[in-house]
């Protein structure tokens, strides 16, 4: 069986099960880890995209939105859920 690792072909040989070393196994969970920060960086990303300057539907003043369902001022929406 040929290591786990992308980029790797070394061959696995026992005891060990997915990687032909120690090194390689740190080196394919440290490539693992950025592709999930890159991913996280991504959903933040879109998550922010739609933030804009917006009319409050309430008072009518403008305040920053954090997105298209987000149409109340902070004050209104804190007068509304008292």
């Known amino acids: 069986m040929d290591c ?3 980029g790797c ?3 696995v ?3 060990r099960r ?3 070393s120690e090194q390689c196994g740190r080196m394919a ?3 693992k880890n950025l592709k999930l920060m890159a991913a996280e960086r991504q959903i ?3 998550l922010h995209r739609d933030r ?3 009319s409050c539907l309430v008072c009518g003043n403008e305040f920053m939105s954090d997105g298209p369902w987000n149409r109340q001022c902070p004050r209104c929406k804190k007068r509304a859920s008292y």
């Open 4 to 6: 786990q690792r992308d």
């Open 9 to 11: 072909s070394n061959p």
């Open 13 to 15: 040989i026992p005891p």
């Open 18 to 20: 997915k990687f032909c």
């Open 29 to 31: 969970h440290r490539q």
């Open 44 to 46: 933040l990303k879109n």
């Open 52 to 54: 804009k300057v917006r």
